[in-house]
């Protein structure tokens, strides 16, 4: 590595005083910026500041930062000072002048006359010495670093020795940036595709609750974050009827998200040719052990209502077992058979429930009564069933509820409800929701 140079910034003589102070203050200040940069991790910020810093160091004629593009293994132009010729985003490739000679060897060049030098490309009329330091770090080119001055072999030793310690650095806060930038840019673009994702799952479920004489029908659901994998829908069928369906896919997120998607548009196509619900989860669950991946799977609750003679015919696949609260009393109705959906074949049992003047039943999912505190006490189905006990409950009440009593702390698991309320029959009473 040739380094020709004088100990007195070009000029004859030995150094008075005044320069040597003078060397030593510059020393000292790069010394201390290249300390600094190794904290900064805004790209845009940290090039401008090495080469404006360097420049108002060394009273350099022109600084050039170029930082290597691995995709087309060139080296661009990232950061300049001085120069008129060339302007940021100027690429160069291997073996090109003093930076890319610099780049296909990894050693550093020094031409202390540049009208001599075989790499230099001319660029300012006033640059007599020049020099080109590789950005390293771990073995790996980061980039290239040059330096020019006005005056013939104007870097001393010491100075060549100070501008590779700082490349070194330099090195290691681009390295550092460019991940941290990455990093950034990743986060965003999951951001934004968790929020379209988002949108879109929330465009699936229903924007209002139906109109069915005789009854009102709602539902709620809240994400534990930005998607989930709980579902409810209201499907209208024929002569007047209603499917009911609340599911929760095993997962979480985007992926839970998608296959969340699939079983709603296989449920809504099933429903309109099934004979009940139980007839409806077992094609379901045939036509998902076919197309599911290992290891996924779908509790749900299925439902089918007819207004005219008030009678819900339930299926569950796996699910939690639904809370029928009628004046004379409530139970839990519980299915003999229905393993979740996707695992194996499987049989699925039906119940027939009679809505009589004022019943209410819900279908709700683990993130309601699995809502926990911090010793792990969960909500637990008493306290569901003491909401539901109330004539006046609705789904923002209970939903409050179960984020009072876990002290702000959150959901867990995405929490989904459907309250089904039978009204009175009595003349002069509502008849719709």
Same mark, same amino acid.
């Given at each position: 590595?040739?380094?020709?140079?004088?100990?007195?910034?070009?000029?004859?003589?030995?150094?008075?005083?005044?320069?040597?102070?003078?060397? #030593?203050?510059?020393?000292?200040?790069?010394?201390?910026?290249?300390?600094?940069?190794?904290?900064?991790?805004?790209?845009?910020?940290?090039?401008?500041?090495?080469?404006?810093?360097?420049?108002?160091?060394?009273?350099?004629?022109?600084?050039?930062?170029? @930082?290597?593009?691995?995709?087309?293994?060139?080296?661009?132009?990232?950061?300049?000072? /001085?120069?008129?010729?060339?302007?940021?985003?100027?690429?160069?490739?291997?073996?090109?002048?003093?930076?890319?000679? #610099?780049?296909?060897?990894?050693?550093?060049?020094?031409?202390?006359?540049?009208?001599?030098?075989?790499?230099?490309?001319?660029?300012?009329?006033?640059?007599?010495?020049?020099?080109?330091?590789?950005?390293?770090?771990?073995?790996?080119?980061?980039?290239?670093?040059?330096?020019?001055?006005?005056?013939?072999?104007?870097?001393?030793?010491?100075?060549?020795?100070? @501008?590779?310690?700082?490349?070194?650095?330099?090195?290691?806060?681009?390295?550092?940036?460019?991940?941290?930038?990455?990093?950034?840019?990743?986060?965003?673009?999951?951001?934004?595709?968790?929020?379209?994702?988002?949108?879109?799952?929330?465009?699936?479920?229903?924007?209002?609750?139906?109109?069915?004489?005789?009854?009102?029908?709602?539902?709620?659901?809240?994400?534990?974050?930005?998607?989930? /994998?709980?579902?409810?829908?209201?499907?209208?069928?024929?002569?007047?009827?209603?499917?009911?369906?609340?599911?929760?896919?095993?997962?979480?997120?985007?992926?839970?998200?998608?296959?969340?998607?699939?079983?709603?548009?296989?449920?809504?196509?099933?429903?309109?040719?099934?004979?009940?619900?139980?007839? $409806?989860?077992?094609?379901?669950?045939?036509?998902?052990?076919?197309?599911?991946?290992?290891?996924?799977?779908?509790?749900?609750?299925?439902?089918?209502?007819?207004?005219?003679?008030? $009678?819900?015919?339930?299926?569950?696949? /796996?699910h939690l077992a639904p809370l029928l609260v009628e004046p004379r009393g409530h139970r839990w109705i519980n299915h003999e058979h229905g393993l979740p959906l996707g695992i194996s074949a499987s049989k699925f049992s039906e119940t027939e429930v009679t809505l009589g003047e004022h019943s209410r039943i819900a279908f709700y999912s683990d993130g309601i009564t699995e809502a926990d505190i911090d010793s792990g006490e969960e909500y637990g189905p008493e306290r569901l069933l003491a909401q539901m006990q109330s004539p006046d409950v609705t789904l923002d009440g209970l939903l409050a509820d179960v984020m009072k009593f876990s002290n702000g702390k959150g959901l867990r698991?995405?929490?989904? #409800?459907? @309250?089904?309320?039978?009204?009175?029959?009595?003349?002069?009473?509502?008849?719709?929701?």
């Amino acid at each position: 590595m040739a380094t020709n140079s004088v100990t007195n910034f070009g000029f004859s003589g030995p150094p008075v005083p005044e320069a040597a102070a003078l060397r #030593v203050a510059e020393l000292v200040r790069l010394q201390k910026f290249a300390q600094r940069i190794t904290s900064t991790l805004d790209l845009e910020e940290l090039v401008p500041r090495i080469v404006d810093e360097v420049a108002a160091s060394l009273g350099c004629v022109e600084i050039n930062l170029y @930082l290597r593009d691995p995709e087309q293994d060139e080296f661009i132009l990232a950061g300049v000072h /001085g120069c008129s010729v060339y302007c940021e985003g100027h690429r160069l490739k291997k073996g090109a002048g003093m930076v890319g000679h #610099v780049a296909a060897t990894g050693k550093m060049h020094y031409a202390p006359d540049v009208a001599r030098d075989p790499y230099y490309v001319a660029c300012e009329p006033d640059t007599r010495s020049e020099v080109a330091i590789p950005l390293q770090r771990e073995g790996d080119m980061v980039g290239v670093f040059t330096a020019s001055h006005c005056e013939l072999n104007a870097f001393c030793p010491d100075q060549l020795r100070l @501008l590779q310690g700082l490349c070194a650095h330099v090195a290691v806060a681009v390295h550092n940036a460019r991940r941290f930038r990455d990093e950034r840019q990743q986060r965003e673009r999951m951001s934004r595709e968790a929020e379209e994702a988002r949108s879109i799952q929330q465009a699936l479920l229903p924007r209002t609750s139906p109109l069915i004489p005789g009854f009102s029908v709602s539902g709620l659901s809240v994400p534990a974050g930005s998607v989930g /994998g709980d579902w409810y829908d209201f499907i209208p069928l024929r002569e007047g009827r209603w499917g009911l369906v609340l599911a929760d896919v095993s997962g979480k997120g985007t992926a839970a998200a998608l296959l969340m998607s699939a079983t709603r548009g296989m449920l809504r196509s099933l429903a309109q040719t099934g004979s009940g619900p139980a007839e $409806v989860l077992t094609r379901l669950n045939n036509m998902m052990i076919e197309d599911f991946p290992s290891g996924r799977f779908v509790t749900m609750v299925y439902a089918e209502l007819d207004p005219s003679s008030r $009678v819900l015919r339930i299926a569950n696949a /796996g699910h939690l077992a639904p809370l029928l609260v009628e004046p004379r009393g409530h139970r839990w109705i519980n299915h003999e058979h229905g393993l979740p959906l996707g695992i194996s074949a499987s049989k699925f049992s039906e119940t027939e429930v009679t809505l009589g003047e004022h019943s209410r039943i819900a279908f709700y999912s683990d993130g309601i009564t699995e809502a926990d505190i911090d010793s792990g006490e969960e909500y637990g189905p008493e306290r569901l069933l003491a909401q539901m006990q109330s004539p006046d409950v609705t789904l923002d009440g209970l939903l409050a509820d179960v984020m009072k009593f876990s002290n702000g702390k959150g959901l867990r698991d995405d929490a989904t #409800v459907i @309250l089904v309320r039978a009204r009175g029959t009595e003349p002069g009473s509502s008849k719709n929701a």
